[in-house]
């Protein structure tokens, strides 16, 4: 019998591993479906049964007609001037409804924000006429974060939150990336009783998914809802996780993860520079996610101080710029020490596929 060179015989063995290895992501995939995760259409969003003073004039959007894509252009005349000259029916803050019919829910979209303008630009360009044809009752909110120390978008959206709600109650709150603009009329910037990620396909995840219980970009849901899971949670400096940190929390919840078909959730991304991790210190945070989610979030008075430095209705928007402080000194220790309380597998079946 012929004995193989030592080095054959580990480039044959390691290949036939890693093909073993590959089959079985595959057969792994394909049984770790989303059981939380559900795609259903617009219309399941407009259920009658589910408003409690139901009349014949609420407002009925003809879905076959917002069904043609908007093509996003990169239009350098879309000024905050131009922007307002073309949408004369908004009011100062950002606020627009009906006058004809009764829409289905007040809809608070929170935008967090900080050095980006040409996006907003093109952001608000876009979403204000897609929000009056879906016939919403709507007001917009510009959450900025001040100073130039490390971004926090978590807890941006929690201040976003408390801050809409003081100005008026709202039903449904849209928590949205401000470089993200959406492609299709038909999908509609609604609650349901569960919540609902809107984007089904990004342009720079190639009209993609990212995974199954990914719920980043924007996400919509009820302000009953938002308060139960505690909000967004505040231990997130920097860039990363709080999206995943949030997804667990409606899992752990028992809420859905509802979507709108992939046709119809389409974004496109106006490119900018992200912001780094800070120390890579959101993956080690989020593998701790579940002991902390009760505690880290809108419930929290330290991890929610903030100060209000102006509120300002604007043209388009109505402004909140807000001084969030900094990340704890002890941040290195929290990240440290934080216990982790889940599983390498648990991990696996939720970024997989």
Same mark, same amino acid.
Request: proline share 6%; net charge neutral; hydrophobic share 40%.
């Given at each position: 019998?012929?004995? @193989?060179?030592?080095? %054959?015989?580990?480039?044959? *063995?390691?290949?036939?591993?890693?093909? /073993?290895?590959?089959?079985?992501?595959?057969?792994?995939?394909?049984?770790?479906? @989303?059981?939380?995760?559900?795609?259903?259409?617009?219309?399941?969003?407009?259920? &009658?049964?589910?408003?409690?003073?139901?009349?014949?004039?609420?407002c009925k959007p003809d879905l076959q007609k917002l069904?043609?894509?908007? #093509? /996003?252009?990169?239009?350098?005349?879309?000024?905050?001037?131009?922007?307002?000259?073309?949408?004369?029916?908004?009011?100062?803050?950002?606020?627009?409804?009906?006058?004809? @019919?009764?829409?289905?829910? &007040? !809809?608070?979209?929170?935008?967090?924000?900080?050095?980006?303008?040409?996006?907003?630009?093109?952001?608000?360009?876009?979403?204000?006429?897609?929000?009056?044809?879906?016939?919403?009752?709507?007001? %917009?909110?510009?959450?900025?974060?001040?100073?130039?120390?490390?971004?926090?978008?978590?807890?941006?959206?929690?201040?976003?939150?408390?801050?809409?709600?003081?100005?008026?109650?709202?039903?449904?709150?849209? *928590?949205?990336?401000?470089?993200?603009?959406? #492609?299709?009329?038909?999908?509609?910037?609604?609650?349901?009783?569960?919540?609902?990620?809107?984007?089904? $396909?990004?342009?720079?995840?190639?009209?993609?998914?990212?995974?199954?219980?990914?719920?980043?970009?924007? /996400?919509?849901?009820?302000?009953?809802? *938002?308060?139960?899971?505690?909000?967004?949670?505040?231990?997130?400096?920097?860039?990363?996780? #709080?999206?995943?940190?949030?997804?667990?929390?409606?899992?752990?919840?028992?809420?859905?993860?509802?979507?709108?078909?992939?046709?119809?959730?389409?974004?496109?991304?106006?490119?900018?520079?992200?912001?780094?991790?800070?120390?890579?210190?959101?993956?080690?945070?989020?593998?701790?996610?579940?002991?902390?989610?009760?505690?880290?979030?809108?419930?929290?008075?330290?991890?929610? $101080?903030?100060?209000?430095? #102006?509120?300002?209705?604007?043209?388009?928007?109505?402004?909140?710029? !807000?001084?969030?402080?900094?990340?704890?000194?002890?941040?290195?220790?929290?990240?440290?020490?934080?216990?982790?309380?889940?599983?390498?597998?648990?991990?696996?079946?939720?970024?997989?596929?």
């Open positions: 019998m012929t004995k @193989c060179p030592g080095f %054959i015989c580990v480039r044959y *063995f390691a290949i036939r591993i890693l093909f /073993v290895i590959y089959l079985g992501l595959v057969v792994f995939a394909l049984f770790n479906r @989303c059981n939380h995760c559900v795609v259903t259409p617009p219309e399941s969003l407009m259920d &009658k049964s589910k408003v409690k003073d139901w009349t014949d004039n609420m069904g043609v894509h908007y #093509e /996003v252009v990169q239009d350098e005349a879309a000024t905050f001037e131009a922007i307002g000259a073309a949408n004369p029916q908004v009011k100062n803050g950002g606020k627009w409804s009906p006058s004809n @019919c009764k829409p289905w829910q &007040k !809809v608070a979209l929170i935008l967090c924000y900080r050095d980006r303008v040409w996006p907003l630009q093109l952001f608000l360009q876009r979403i204000h006429p897609m929000l009056q044809a879906q016939m919403l009752d709507y007001q %917009i909110f510009l959450v900025e974060q001040s100073g130039t120390g490390l971004f926090n978008r978590g807890k941006l959206f929690n201040v976003g939150y408390l801050e809409a709600m003081k100005q008026g109650p709202f039903d449904c709150i849209v *928590f949205h990336d401000v470089d993200l603009i959406p #492609e299709d009329d038909r999908n509609l910037y609604m609650c349901n009783d569960h919540a609902r990620h809107l984007v089904t $396909a990004a342009d720079h995840h190639r009209f993609h998914l990212r995974y199954y219980n990914y719920a980043g970009g924007v /996400v919509a849901v009820s302000s009953h809802n *938002f308060k139960r899971i505690n909000g967004f949670a505040n231990i997130y400096w920097g860039w990363g996780n #709080e999206d995943d940190d949030f997804s667990s929390r409606m899992t752990a919840s028992n809420m859905l993860l509802t979507r709108p078909p992939t046709a119809i959730g389409r974004y496109h991304s106006v490119p900018h520079m992200k912001i780094s991790r800070f120390s890579k210190s959101g993956n080690s945070l989020f593998l701790g996610w579940r002991r902390r989610w009760k505690s880290d979030g809108l419930n929290d008075p330290i991890g929610m $101080a903030y100060t209000v430095l #102006e509120i300002k209705e604007m043209p388009l928007f109505t402004r909140v710029l !807000v001084d969030v402080g900094g990340p704890p000194d002890n941040m290195d220790d929290i990240r440290r020490t934080h216990p982790e309380d889940v599983s390498i597998w648990w991990f696996l079946t939720y970024f997989y596929p």
